[in-house]
């Protein structure tokens, strides 16, 4: 059964994803050209829903 995630459930895996792609984790998704902002590459990253973390409720 699945649910949507409040907004900051979303906001947490976002700046969490964010981070790991501030400190060098590589992006899952092929760079749109001239991306360098780790949270819109998050955002991307989480609308496809290639993002590998989950929210334990």
């Known amino acids: ?3 949507e995630l ?3 459930e979303t906001a947490r895996i976002v700046g969490a994803r964010a ?3 501030a400190m060098g984790a590589p992006p899952l ?7 360098v902002d780790p949270v819109k590459l998050a955002k991307l990253e989480f609308e496809k829903k290639v993002i ?5 409720k």
């Open 1 to 3: 059964m699945a649910t």
């Open 19 to 21: 981070l790991q792609l």
């Open 29 to 35: 998704i092929e760079l749109p050209e001239g991306t």
């Open 6 to 8: 409040t907004k900051y």
């Open 52 to 56: 590998p973390l989950q929210v334990a």
